[in-house]
Structures are given as C-alpha cells and as structure tokens.
C-alpha cells in the first residue's frame, strides 16, 4: 500500500510566486488555486504533466527530481537513459557515444529504455492479436495519461494496455543483470533513471499497474546533458560498443513512436494533453471507431518535448529521425530476455472519484444542484480573479466548503453596494425616527472598508471598487 496515492513531482516555490493566474489558465484538471496572492496545488487533482511549469512566467512551479549524487548512495549503479536523451545532442551518430559517456560519469553500467521499448512493442503486438475482439487499446506508457484516466474516465480504465512501462522493463532487467554479475544484493544496486519528465518521479514513488518500483532514483536529462558533454569526444574506434536497440525501440522517444512498432494500421496518435483530454472524452462518448490502438503523450510531441529536456521538441524529433533512418527494426526480443519473468501488471488501476462532489450519489446530486445555482449567480467570465480557473469550479469549490461566494469579485462588489443602500436607508430611517447606535454604524462601515481592501487585493481599479457606481 503506498503511503501517498496523490503523489506529485511538480510543486510550487512560493517565494517565486506572484499570484497572476496563468498557471490555474493552462492546468488540464483544474489543480491549481490561486489564494492570499500565492498559488496552491491540488494533490489529488494533479496528473504531474508539467505544464505549469512551462507556462509559469516567474518560474514558481518546479519539478522534484533527484540530483546525480545519488549514484554515490550505492555500491553498484545502473543508469537507464530515456531514448529521449539522445536527441537531445547536435550531430550524433552513434549512440555509444553517449553510453560510454555515461560509464566515464561514473555508472558502473547502462541499460537503454529503447532496448526495453521494443520488448514492451512486442508484448503489445502479441496481446492485442489476442484480444482483438476487445480494442481498442490505449497506451499506458505514459504515466500523466494513466493518472489522468484514473480520475476523469474511469469508463476507459479497462482499455488501458496492462503492460508495464518500457523504464520498469529496463529497470528489472537492470537489476536481475547486474545481481548475477556482481553477487550484490538488491538494496546495494542503485537503478537510476534519466528522465525527460517529472510523472516519471512520481511513477517510481507509486506507481500504477504494479506494487513497487525497480526504479530507486530519477535524476533529470536537463542536469546529465552538460555532464556528458565532456566525456564525448573520444575517438569512436575507441568506444566499448553498449547499444543494443534500434528503430524501434529509439523512436518511442517521438509521438507515433510506440505505434511504429505495433505493425497496425488503425490506430490514433495524439501529443500534448489538450490534445489527450479531447481525444479520451471522444473515446469516452464512443465517437471514435474502427481504432485498434490509441497512442498519447502527455508532452507535445512525445517525450522529446518533457520539462526536463534542454531541445525544442520538434527539432529533437528531427535528430531521432536520422539518428533511426540506418538502425535495423528491432534488437531484442521477450525470448532471450529470461530476466524478465512478468511484463504484464500485477495489479488494476482503480478509478479515484476526486472530482465527484459528494460521498453518494444523492449527496453528489443536490450539491450539484447548489453548483448550478451558484454558477448563476457569477457574471460567467472564466476571468481566474477569484483564484479559481472558471466560475463552475469556484461554484464546486464553495460547495465542498473551500471557497466562498465573496470570492467573486463582482459578487463581493455587489454586495458591497447593496450594503451601502442599506445604510444609506438606515441612516436616513433613523435620522427621521430611531437612530442608529454609533457601534452599529462603525461596524457597517468597518465591514464596508474590509470587502474594499479585499477588492483592491484583486488588483481592481479604484473606480470599480466604489460601491454603487458603474
């Protein structure tokens, strides 16, 4: 059982933090607020796809990863470099230029993901002639995809291809390997992953489809990338030759590089998670048809296009193209990988209702009542000042009781002049008959200035703050 089911590799650092809501604009599942001037992540929203930090202007959401430190906590390390790694470099022509770097960095050996790639290819193929009659299949490489299913299309858990992901591949054959070859013990061998993206931390802290991890660190693309820019420039006639995958296994790297090694016709190949979130509510509402296999990535453009890469996805595409245009199809195959004694998952991904508003159906129902009311009460602008990403969502969260209808500046605003009609006729009422107690009239007056502050917060124009006026 794992300690934290919601667990997240992108947080906030609040120090950074402006406030501006850019991030709670491009959040996909709707994880972020904005309250007291400081962004706030949803954990149990969160599908650690990244995107806020690439649209966070002020650089306030970071990725948590490991630093390659790491490989010193261990008597025998294991690096697992993502096949997103080699695209990443100018004029590369052999990959063993980079794996041998990597050995000079101080990795006591390498296992490639891409050779793991196309035993997961493999397996996919197999499976899917065995159950034909119950596709189409969607990708679970991705583990921001698997999450995101996870909570908003349960409908959609079933379609999910129960294979592991090419890294828990690699990182069990990596250990099995580096057991028999050195008599260590499992806890003394370190398997250190090099990502291009932050899901993949929270995966090998609790992952989807399987109990545990093979996977003990993840250190980031970003920060090994100028490390072994000084360790490549040996003579290639000179390298110890340790690649073994080819196009295949390489091109997962690339959107539609997974289904390049499937062999089938009718599939779907989306990027970018604006892209997946149409694309799974059209599988979800049954618009698509005739599909065998569905392929998304979270990142635009497979993952070349991760948070934690340094090259611009698409021209890191073009370099794994012709790293891949002379590479034979595939190298490995499931027979003369005996290490590998289960490619399957070993346990169901289990639908997390984090979105549903109340514990039952009825409570959900009349609290969904009150959420459309609510909404109708707001002006329908979707403008974020509230610290929510649209009106709907400040309506959900008022109703969980995490919000307030003030929170709306046009609601505060107009409660603000509705109160000062009432005192206006109060004053008047009683200057003719009983007059108000002076505390009475502080108060009022104490709880007008407190809403205009609050207006001000908002960064509101002064003159839209005066009550009664337009």
Known sequence: MHTNKFMRSVRLRESACQGCINCIKYCPTQAIRVHNGKAHIIDKFCIDCGRCIRYCPHHAKVPVYDPLSVIN??????????????????????????LNALLKLGFDDVYEVSAAAELVSEASREYIREHEKEAPFISSACPSVIRLIRVKFPSLISRLLPIKAPVEVAAEIARARAMEKTGLAPEEIGIIFISPCPSKVSYAKAPLGIEKSNIDNVVAIKDVYPLLLPHMKQDESQLTPLSNSGRIGIGWSNAGGEVGGLLVDSYLAADGIVNILRVLEELEDEKLHGLTFVELSACNGGCVGGTLTVENAYIAATKTKRLIKYQPVSKNHLADNPELQNIYWADNVEYEPVFRLGNTFKESLQMMGEVEKLTARFPGLDCGSCGAPTCQTLAEDIVRGDATPNDCIYVLRSNIADLTQKIEHLSEKGSSEKPLKEEETELLHTYIRKLTTELASFGVPESLRQPGKE
């Open 73 to 98: 906590n261990f008597k025998y390390t294991v690096a697992l470099p993502a096949p997103s790694l080699y695209a990443q470099y100018n004029n590369l022509t052999n990959v063993d230029i980079v």
